[in-house]
């Protein structure tokens, strides 16, 4: 089963470096992770996506509580929760195309964000389905380069995921 | 108002003395030099070692001896490289150490300097934490939490690496201890729902057993685990780390678990309807084959680190807390149950399986086991013991009678041969008026032999008895159990002559090659002052007995050797 982590941690040289190793070293597997600031200065927050049984995504949020540098750990697959990750597409156009494309890219809200003879770059945000589903229309056409942010998450509704 | 300036130096003697930190264990070199400088000027007490490895090994040893975290200053690169190994062993080990190391300056680092070593980098996953400083005025505040996190929660070592130019930097200082750290808040008192639970299966099960660990000893849980076991009469079961927590010698008490276990113990905690655990983490050594483990059991298991609670073996009841207090929570409430029929057969097994153990020897050599019970017998009952890894730490697990917490020092987590000499050093210095004892084998003792000078330099009474079998005893054991006696680079051939090494070193030395010259030997290095090395010229091919193989049940015992 995937989940989806919100680490809070206060933003500390090697704090990156603490949470990444302690992954590797006892094994666990990062889907993929994000890290930006909050609202509260000096806390950033990761989210994080680990795939596993219900026990060893319950040892993986013991173990990065033992962290110093960490503050707090949601899952927030087990939440209701708003997810999203932004992709860039670069699809080769050189053989022409460029509208059928543009009606997948319009199809999927996604925007063009760059057009040159060869390519055009796409840019989608939405959950993992729909990333995966517009690639895979966007393939036919031949994707030269990918590039994703990963996951990133929120609570839906009022409540919020906060320190303390 | 003028504010109170001071260098990095003078932050760390300073915060040094607020912590009342007595001792430092360390080696200069460049990177370190201002501290030393700065050092020299106090009052604080220096044992220059002669290896940094020895550093955090004794300051592992003064740590467990005294419960005070250790203290180790070391310089740059190599210097810093060479604590690892003492490093991870007292984070295995949950023991509280505050090592300081010296780095290049703050401008050099990254460019592959001279003595550079990103050491923060290669400990992050053996200290509860670590630091690199970055500016000087930071100091104050990584002080006093470096301290604070080694000594609170689940103890451990905690690094704090300090570039040269940060020693010599000023700034304003002031010390306040136990600062308040966001992402760090162990639990200390046990969840009450959780210690009902525990109380109600105490009072339902027939065939309980306490299986204590090292946490009994680090929360200072012995006298309350004493009345707990007195009061509902459950027998006590405590793994290597554990030794001390009760005494060796109370009926109550069945021994080691495990590999090389007491088979009483083994049985009794397969047969167990309730395993009580107490700061135990149920290692691959304790419990065999998982899928084997105490199949009968409902297990409550209390730890201060709830990453511990369910990571080897499912849990019943568990209950994140301080030991001791725990305990405490559990002896208030408890209703013992009867537990006669259980402790009778107990009795009746310890009456069929006695600790396998040959005493008389046949050769021109002296059993191992007989030197361990003389050293157990004559040694007064304060006495400390640290030992070394291999058979020998086996043997004194095994026959050496342990009674009290924080008198048996060994390397239980990483199994690093070379600890038990300099923690003897560091042990004795913490204890100068209690008999120490390091129990090594020629294997394990030439690996911090020289040490030798810093307890010669330092005049401590240590008796370093070396069970001298010309082997790598356990991994020539397990070459000739799993390996066809194939014994491949375990016999040490090369090795000194123990007795002129001690000499040379100005210690004294002594031989003993039958029971007699065992008994005289012990006496007399009892009696001497300053380190006594007495070889012990042993059986070559004794084996450690009862045995388990590794991932087999733990019932599933290898008895060999004779009976007493």
Known sequence: MKHVLAVLVEDKPGVLARVSGLFSRRGFNIDNIAVGETVTPGISRMTIAVEGSEKLVEQVIKQLHKLVNVIKVSNLSKESSVMRELMLVKVDVAVGYRSDIQQIVETFRGKVVDVSPESMVVEVTGDEEKMEAIKLLLQHYGIKEIVRTGKIALLRGALVTREG | ?564
């Not at chain 2, 600062?179 to 309980?208: C, L, M």
């Not at chain 2, 019943?316 to 208030?332: R, Y």
Request: charged content about 20%; aromatic content about 8%.
């Open chain 2, 1 to 564: 108002m003028k504010k109170k300036t001071a260098s990095g130096s003078t932050m760390i003697v300073k915060a040094l003395q607020e912590e009342n930190v007595e001792l430092i264990f360390g080696y200069p070199g460049g990177a370190v030099l201002p501290l030393y400088n700065r050092l020299y000027d106090s009052t604080l007490r220096h044992i220059l070692v002669r290896h940094e490895q020895a550093a955090v090994h004794a300051a592992d040893g003064y740590a467990r001896v005294t419960g005070k975290p250790g203290v180790v200053f070391a310089t740059s690169g190599p210097g810093a490289t060479n604590l690892v190994t003492g490093i991870a062993n007292a984070y295995m080990d949950s023991v509280p150490l505050v090592l300081i190391t010296g780095q290049v300056p703050s401008s050099f680092i990254g460019t592959d300097a001279f003595q550079e070593a990103d050491i923060t980098g290669i400990t992050l996953p053996i200290t509860k934490h670590n630091y690199l400083v970055q500016d000087v005025s930071e100091l104050p505040e990584i002080l006093s939490e470096a301290f604070y996190l080694a000594s609170t929660g689940r103890r451990g070592p905690v690094l704090i690496d300090v570039p040269k130019d940060i020693f010599d930097r000023e700034a304003e200082f002031t010390y306040n201890k136990n600062r308040k750290i966001p992402g760090y808040n162990p639990t200390y008192e046990g969840h009450a729902g959780q210690v009902s639970r525990a109380v109600k299966a105490i009072r339902d099960a027939n065939r309980p057993v306490i299986f204590g660990g090292g946490g009994l000893i680090r929360s200072e849980a012995a006298p309350v685990l004493r009345e707990f076991a007195q009061k509902t009469r459950i027998p006590v079961i405590l793994s290597l780390m554990g030794l001390g927590a009760f005494p060796g010698d109370d009926e109550l008490y069945l021994g080691m678990p495990g590999m090389h276990g007491n088979i009483t113990a083994n049985y009794a905690m397969t047969e167990a309807d309730l395993i009580i655990a107490a700061g135990v983490r149920f290692d691959d050594r304790v419990t065999g084959k998982l899928d084997a483990f105490a199949n009968n059991a409902k297990i409550v298991h209390i730890d201060i680190d709830p990453a511990e609670i369910g990571k080897n073996v499912m849990i019943d009841v568990p209950i994140v807390g301080d030991v001791k207090s725990v305990l405490e929570a559990l002896l208030k409430k408890i209703q013992p149950g009867d537990t006669g029929e259980w402790l009778a057969q107990i009795k009746n097994w310890q009456n069929d399986y006695p600790m396998p153990c040959a005493l008389k020897s046949t050769g021109n050599a002296v059993k191992p086991q007989y030197v361990i019970r003389e050293l157990s017998r004559l040694s007064p009952v304060d006495t400390i013991v640290a030992t070394d890894v291999g058979q020998h730490q086996m043997w004194t697990a095994q026959h050496f009678i342990i009674r009290d917490p924080c008198k048996f020092l060994t390397s239980g987590g990483l199994g690093t041969m070379g600890y038990g000499f300099p923690a003897a050093v560091g042990a004795k210095l913490a204890a100068p008026d209690q008999p120490v004892i390091c129990v090594t084998g020629d294997g394990s003792f030439q690996m911090n032999i020289q040490e030798l000078a810093t307890a010669v330099n330092n005049r401590l009474d240590i008796v370093i008895a070396v069970i001298n079998n010309g082997y790598l005893g356990m991994v020539r054991q397990w070459q000739d159990i799993f390996y066809n006696k194939r014994y491949s680079q375990t016999a040490l051939e090369g090795s000194p002559d123990f007795v002129r090494v001690a000499e040379a070193y100005g210690a004294i030395g002594l031989r003993a090659t039958n029971e007699e010259e065992t008994t005289q030997a012990v006496e007399r290095a009892m009696a001497e002052k300053g380190p006594v090395v007495i070889d012990f010229r042993v059986e070559a091919e004794e084996n450690v007995y009862p045995m388990v193989a590794p991932n087999c049940p733990i019932n599933d015992i290898i008895i060999g050797g004779e009976q007493v």
